[in-house]
């Protein structure tokens, strides 16, 4: 186990509806399954994180209720440490997610509750946890000075930081040159550069745009086709996906990338090493339903990686 990871992220409960297709404006169908389970970016990256084996801290805020509660149980389950998260009189927040059944692709309507109301102020509060951290990873599901607040308070400290811009938002040149690595989907790549990303050049330009404006790395996680990692001055990579068997369901793959590549990261891996990690980590929970119920744990995440050579006949 490497160093540990401090995820400032956000918490809110998953209530998933699956049908045949997504439906347009007006229109109800009748759906084919629902579930309620514990959702948010952050917990879904800490949560994938700690499963792969690293040393993981919450700093977040909740709602007495009853969706705070199951926060705490999934955190407790998975070896998520979550001292640092604070409750709030605010309700815990939710998400809608609408899954296609046919194309395994969804919909989401996030309401953040609770871990919005998590300041700059409560940040500085945790910064000695921060600065003993090996890593800081965090999202934008949470108010903006307070991300760029924990992003400031880990650079000072040579904390490596690790910024998944998501839901994506304009950002100051000032942030992005806080980061010391940058993940992006090709939607958020492209809302964020103006560029459109649809194929590897057009995310190879996004990333270098990125970089210009003061990333360090820039990762474009690019679904099936794995992830381009564009570090510093070295020639662009495409780290190829891993197929783990058919899809059920995308919704949690960037969140597993992010925490299978930060838990990677934490232990020294290389930025690359990292990657090919991630990837694998995202590719097992695509074959899942669910977000963080989908996070492998570290010993399938090693079979993956490195399967076992048949014997000689």
Request: charged share 15%; aromatic share 4%; glycine share 12%.
């Amino acid at each position: 186990m490497g160093k540990k990871i401090v995820v400032l992220g956000s918490y809110v409960a998953d209530v998933a509806f699956r049908a045949s297709r997504l439906p347009v404006w007006g229109e109800t169908l009748l759906g084919s399954g629902f579930a309620l389970g514990p959702g948010g970016k952050g917990s879904n990256q800490a949560v994938a994180a700690a499963r792969a084996g690293a040393a993981v801290q919450m700093l977040s805020r909740l709602g007495d209720d009853a969706f705070g509660r199951m926060a705490r149980e999934i955190w407790a389950a998975a070896g998520v440490d979550a001292a640092c998260v604070s409750t709030a009189e605010t309700p815990t927040g939710a998400a809608a997610i609408l899954i296609d059944e046919a194309r395994g692709e969804n919909a989401i309507i996030v309401v953040p509750g609770a871990c919005f109301t998590l300041s700059a102020q409560d940040v500085e509060a945790a910064g000695e946890v921060i600065r003993r951290a090996g890593v800081l990873l965090t999202q934008l599901e949470l108010p903006l000075p307070t991300v760029e607040r924990g992003l400031r308070l880990a650079r000072e400290a040579g904390v490596r930081t690790i910024l998944n811009p998501a839901p994506a938002q304009p950002l100051s040149d000032d942030l992005l040159g806080l980061v010391d690595v940058l993940i992006p989907n090709e939607g958020e790549a492209a809302k964020m550069t103006g560029f459109p990303v649809q194929n590897r050049m057009q995310a190879e330009a996004a990333a270098l745009a990125l970089q210009q404006r003061g990333a360090r790395c820039v990762i474009v996680t690019l679904g099936a086709q794995g992830a381009l990692v564009c570090d510093g001055r070295a020639q662009p990579v495409l780290v190829d996906a891993f197929h783990a068997g058919a899809v059920v369901e995308t919704t949690g793959a960037g969140d597993a990338f992010c925490g299978g590549f930060a838990a990677a990261l934490s232990e020294g891996a290389s930025v690359l090493e990292a990657a090919r990690f991630g990837c694998a980590t995202a590719g097992i929970s695509v074959t899942r339903a669910g977000t963080a119920p989908s996070m492998p744990v570290r010993a399938e995440i090693e079979a993956l990686l490195h399967p076992s050579v048949a014997p000689q006949a």
